[in-house]
């Protein structure tokens, strides 16, 4: 009884590993089509937004690639570009 149960866990297992494989590769096709290109990069740059009296707002890219504002903000002469 106990090598039946024992081969049957194995067989279990084995299967469960098979489908676990050809899911995973079909799931990590579908997402490589869904990926969109990022508007800016690296992660965390940050950029002149606008300038008023010589002190110039910021906007910082986040990893999702979307350009955010930011509370951040700096003199005109030494502003990143």
Same mark, same amino acid.
């Given at each position: 009884?106990?090598?039946?149960?024992? %081969?049957?866990?194995?067989?279990?297992?084995?299967?469960?590993?098979a489908m676990a494989g050809s899911s995973?590769? &079909?799931? @990590? %096709?579908?997402?490589?089509k869904m990926a969109k290109p990022v508007a800016?990069?690296?992660?965390w740059a940050l950029k &002149?937004? @606008?300038c008023a009296n010589g002190l110039c707002s910021m906007q910082r890219c986040w990893p999702d690639g979307k350009w955010?504002?930011?509370? @951040?903000?700096?003199?005109?002469?030494?502003?990143?570009?």
């Open positions: 009884m106990m090598k039946f149960i024992s %081969r049957a866990a194995l067989v279990a297992a084995v299967a469960t590993l995973s590769d &079909t799931f @990590a %096709r579908g997402h490589k800016c990069a690296p992660a &002149t937004n @606008a955010q504002a930011s509370m @951040a903000m700096c003199w005109q002469p030494w502003c990143p570009k």
